[in-house]
Every structure is written in C-alpha cells, then in structure tokens.
C-alpha cells in the first residue's frame, strides 16, 4: 500500500482549508495568507491549538487571534487541528503523537515554501507542543501564550535558541502564572515574557491586547517585505 506523499498537496496561494497526509491519517489544515492591505513577508507561522480533551481546536479565539495578529503584519498563517481533531484522523497521544503532527505540518511548509522563514506559535496545550519541538525543529521565532508549566513536563525540554515571547495572564485560572515564571527563572531561559494584568486563561475581554502583545514582541524580529513582482 502507497503511503500518500504531503509533497503533492501543494501549498495554496489563496485562503484555504486542506488536508495533509499525517502520521496518523489524515490533518485538516488552514492556510490564510497576509491581510490584502499588508505587504507580504516570506514568513510563515505555524499554529497550535490547545488541548483537544478539553475542546481545543485550530479554531479557538486565541488561536485565531495569534493568526490575525500575524496576518496583519505580512505573515501567512497555518494552523491544523492535531489527530482526533476535527477532520484530523487518529486519536489523542498525550502530546506525543501531537508532536509529530506538527514535524509533519512544518516539514510540509518547508519543502513547499523553502525561501520562507518558519515560525512556532501555540496556545496553552499548543504552547507546550511547540515548545517542546523547538530545538528541533529550529524556528525563527517562538511564540508561547500560556504555556501549561505545572500540568505538563516541562524538566526535559530543551529551550529554543531562537527569539522566545511568552505572553501569559495573572489571572489564569488553568495555568499557573507562577508555576510559567519559575519555570522561565529556574532554566534562565532568554526570552520576553509578558505579564497581562487581570487576564484569564482564555483572554476574555482581552483579545485586543492579546493582539498588541504579539505584534509589538515580534516586529524586530520580521524577516523584510517581498519585494513587488
């Protein structure tokens, strides 16, 4: 039996929904190219979603925020829905299988795009993901919204080298806030954290700022415009 190839599935230049073939079957995956008012950049953020047990999709509101907030600054955004999610086939594997599924999402972005720069981006159960697959997997930047530090392992992870932002709220009610800043402290790790004041996990009320934090900690880091055809 062929395994299908994800080099055929070509990268689509238009917004799209696709599916990729993955480790466990097949991934639904979204690709939403910069705001038509922005200047494109050859960067490309891949985006994961929080904890499918818990209802997370690649369509959460701060998923969707972090892709907009990307998009506005000339980025095209991917985001995928891990195996069991949505149209993703397969079944939860505690963030190992999950793990896998983003090396198969970013092998694909590069080999489809290799003039592009690659990002890492994820929220909560998405943060530790691509946390963990850093180091590995090499981004030019990492983009970590509250990562679960205290629910998950995090002692064996080995830190990214590239530009790190963590954003995280004080008034998370799933993640402890203090359990991400000891964590930063303890592996004195380099990185921008930024602390949002009376913000829950999920950032009601404060997707807007949401907004701002990521676009203000990334734009030193952009790689520069394409040039117009």
């Known amino acids: 039996m062929n395994t299908p190839d994800a080099n055929a599935v070509e990268f689509p230049t238009v917004g799209a929904t696709l599916t990729l073939p993955g480790p466990a079957g097949a991934l639904e995956v979204a690709v939403d190219p910069p705001d038509d008012d922005v200047p494109a950049r050859p960067l490309i953020a891949v985006i994961c979603h929080p ?9 959460n509101k ?7 907030s990307l998009r506005e600054l000339g980025a095209t955004a991917v985001r995928f829905n891990f195996r069991g999610t949505g149209a993703s086939e397969g079944e939860f594997d505690q963030g190992e ?3 896998d599924d983003l090396r198969a999402v970013v092998a694909w972005v590069r080999a489809q795009r290799p003039d592009a720069t690659v990002w890492l981006a ?5 943060a530790y993901v691509s946390l963990r697959a ?3 997997l090499a981004p030019g930047m990492l983009i970590s919204i509250a990562p679960p530090a205290g629910r998950w392992d995090f002692d064996a992870i080995e830190l990214p080298t590239c530009p790190w932002l963590v954003i995280q709220g004080e008034a998370d009610e799933i993640v402890s806030p203090q ?3 000891d964590f930063l402290e303890t592996r004195e790790a380099d990185v921008e954290l930024v602390r949002m ?3 829950s996990h999920f950032f009601h009320r ?3 700022d949401l907004r701002g934090a990521i676009k203000h900690g990334v734009r030193d880091h952009l790689p520069p415009e394409t040039p117009a055809a």
């Open 51 to 59: 904890l499918p047990t818990e209802g997370g999709t690649m369509h």
């Open 62 to 68: 701060v998923v969707t925020m972090a892709a907009r």
């Open 206 to 208: 404060k997707l807007m």
């Open 97 to 99: 299988g999950e793990l």
């Open 179 to 181: 359990a991400v800043y």
């Open 134 to 136: 850093a180091a590995e």
């Open 197 to 199: 004041p009376d913000t």
């Open 122 to 126: 994820g929220f909560s159960f998405g």
